[in-house]
């Protein structure tokens, strides 16, 4: 991995309706040191991140600039600076359709990895804190908060050029504030191309199909696998890749599985992006309530856990060691 530039630039709105501004900075971050050591943490945060949106520019929005400034920029018509400042700038005019008030660095930067280059625009905030000065007296101070990336965005350069994919672009943005989460989305040109609960939910029916083949003692370790393999690329913002999940089923049949799963797809495709929420669920079931909160293991349910539609009941067969103990408790007399 090589991170070949680095730039960082702020943008605010200090009070509601006021004048958005700018404060670009002229030459690029050293690609080393704390900027880099910033880089890396911001990008972990991204990654991880459950609430990415995987799609592309919108072909429709033809007065969106910004595939242009960037395609100059591949070209060595324009500076990696100069681009994100036009960037910046650009995000600064679709700021002034709106009146909230913000404060962030972004930090745009390019990294090349395996010889694919990606592009991470990274909206991130400061944390007031306090810290003993000199004076042994305690001051205000502020610090980088990486863990919490409330807008950003990652492109692929390659598979957007090629021109042959639909996920080439994702996308983080914040719950919090529609209002900024939508001037984001626009300022990028984002269009969504790809529904991870759809693909998902198709997935996990694949898995479900798969597994009637199997003999019983194995479709725990079975399911298991798969999981731990998919909720792990999510995690990593990696792909699942059906060729790898595949060898690690079965390393005699390395293929049966993926072509299993290409033979069920309604459009056959090597990889997808999951929806971790959905990955969860398959995981375990679970419900709650103001007065009762139940969750268990999906490789449970039929076997010691027995849920009948018609009478509403869910009979558990076997409890946990520390509520039989509970309820035992709970069934002693009181002393007088």
């Not at 101070?141 to 350069?157: E, H, M, P, V, W």
């Not at 060729?243 to 056959?268: G, H, M, R, W, Y």
């Not at 398959?282 to 009948?308: L, P, T």
Request: glycine content about 4%.
């Amino acid at each position: 991995m090589t991170l070949q530039h680095c730039i960082i630039h702020q943008i605010e709105r200090p009070v509601p309706g006021a004048d958005v501004t700018t404060t670009l900075r002229d030459e690029e971050n050293s690609s080393s040191g704390p900027a880099y050591s910033l880089f890396e943490q911001l990008k972990q945060s991204y990654q991880r991140s459950s609430q990415k949106l995987y799609g592309h520019f919108d072909s429709e929005q033809t007065d969106n600039p910004v595939p242009g400034w960037l395609q100059e920029q591949q070209q060595g018509k324009s500076p990696f600076a100069r681009t994100t400042q036009r960037l910046l700038e650009h995000l600064q005019q679709k700021m002034g359709d709106n009146d909230e008030a913000f404060s962030a660095h972004i930090l745009f930067a390019l990294e090349t990895v395996m010889d694919q280059e990606q592009l991470y625009i990274f909206w991130f905030n400061h944390v007031e804190a306090a810290h003993i000065d000199n004076t042994l007296d305690i001051a205000p101070t502020q610090y980088i908060d990486s863990n919490k990336i409330l807008y950003g965005a990652r492109l692929f350069i390659e598979e957007w050029l090629e021109e042959d994919s639909q996920k080439y672009l994702s996308m983080i943005t914040s719950r919090g504030n529609k209002n900024l989460s939508d001037t984001f989305s626009a300022f990028l040109g984002f269009s969504t191309g790809l529904d991870l609960v759809v693909e998902t939910s198709e997935f996990l029916t694949i898995v479900d199909d798969y597994a009637q083949s199997l003999p019983e003692e194995k479709v725990t370790d079975y399911k298991g696998k798969i999981l731990d393999y998919c909720i792990e690329q999510d995690k990593q913002g990696a792909p699942v890749v059906f060729e790898d999940i595949s060898t690690q089923l079965n390393e005699q049949q390395p293929k049966e599985f993926a072509e299993f799963v290409s033979s069920k797809q309604e459009s056959p495709k090597a990889e997808i992006y999951t929806d971790r929420g959905s990955l969860k669920r398959y995981v375990r079931y679970f419900g709650r309530d103001k007065n009762m909160s139940i969750s268990f293991s999906a490789d449970m349910f039929g076997q010691n856990i027995v849920y009948d539609e018609a009478s509403g009941t869910l009979t558990i067969k076997e409890i946990p060691k520390s509520l039989k103990q509970q309820l035992k408790n709970s069934n002693k007399p009181t002393k007088e």
